[in-house]
């Protein structure tokens, strides 16, 4: 059995998973965001039960491989904190982390809707959009700890100046939105539950929620329409983009606008029209583990799994 933590900026999520996925002794607890030994403390606390036992980690944060130094935004007590080495030191145990998306994908990969699949691209469409990329059944590292970060690049952007002119930002077909990581143009900027909304906006909408503007686009609502016209054109470009480069064969989807199944049907066949192999069967399928994800994500990290053909 593994100790697992799946921790976000409002809770430590707590459990002992075994390796055929069954979980015990959960529980939650509220995050320190800003003390740090108040942080580790909880960690501490919770793992007291089980000595020597494995802690696997999965965080709404990024660790840099070479450093061991932790990124999360939503947890300000980590920034620059080597966090499995003072978890390590504190507890005897062997510490591993990884990002939540990572961890989202490759639970998929082991225990979900891609079972079977070598090659796996997740894709989380919540208040924002992030991804993590698995490969025969383990996480693709990346350069600082970034993989599988798709909605992050200028990819909505003006023409390029000409003749010494400066580009009109004003050409482009959105605006161009600054993004939390400091870049503008992010597919972020317009893609999650938030983004959609201020998009809608832009468009001429009134202001509404996410779910709403889904209601009234399946309702058939002409402004719905548009607004969902540009998000789909941005979104299906981004992700084939990423299929092509990646050459995933499934793409597990969670996160809330994944609840809108015709917003996902839709999004899979624009997508499918735009990447280079052509397939009658669905890339894009709504992830199959909810909640559940993040501490079995965890649970498999470390562990020499392959998937088989």
């Known amino acids: 059995m593994i100790l697992c933590a799946d921790i976000g900026g409002s809770f430590i999520d707590f459990a002992v998973v075994h390796p055929d996925g069954r979980t015990d002794h959960r529980r939650a607890v509220p995050t320190p965001l800003d003390d740090a030994p ?3 403390g909880a960690l501490v606390a919770l793992c007291a039960p089980w000595p020597g036992v494995p802690l696997h980690i999965a965080i709404a944060g990024v660790e840099c491989p070479d450093t061991g130094i932790i990124r999360a935004a939503n947890i300000p007590c980590l920034q620059s904190l080597p966090l499995a080495a003072h978890l390590q030191r504190e507890t005897g ?21 891609a079972k079977g699949h070598r090659n796996v691209f997740g894709v989380i469409l919540g208040t924002g959009i992030g991804g993590g990329f698995v490969l025969d059944g383990r996480i693709v590292p990346g350069l600082g700890g970034v993989t599988g970060e798709w909605g992050h690049a200028p990819v909505v952007i003006p023409p390029p100046a000409l003749h010494g002119q400066d580009a009109d930002s004003t050409q482009s077909l ?16 317009i893609a999650g539950a938030r983004a959609l909304e201020r998009l809608h906006l832009w468009a001429g909408g009134a202001p509404q929620t996410s779910r ?3 209601e009234s686009w399946q309702a058939g609502d002409p402004q719905a329409g548009r607004t969902l016209a540009i998000w789909l054109s941005y979104m299906a470009a981004g992700l084939a983009h990423v299929i092509n480069v990646t050459g995933s064969t499934i793409v597990p989807v969670a996160g809330g606008l994944s609840n809108a199944h015709a917003l996902i049907d839709a999004l899979d066949e624009a997508v499918r029209a735009r990447i280079l192999t052509p397939t009658a069967t669905p890339l894009l399928r709504r992830a199959a583990l909810g909640a559940d994800a993040g501490l079995l994500g965890a649970a498999c990290l470390g562990l020499d799994i392959r998937i088989q053909d």
């Open 212 to 214: 709403a503007i889904l």
């Open 93 to 113: 145990r062997v510490v591993r982390i990884a990002n939540d998306a990572d961890c989202f994908a490759l639970a998929e990969a082991h225990f979900g809707v």
């Open 38 to 40: 108040a942080f580790i």
């Open 174 to 189: 959105v605006p161009l939105f600054r993004c939390g990581c400091g870049i503008s143009g992010c597919l972020d900027t």
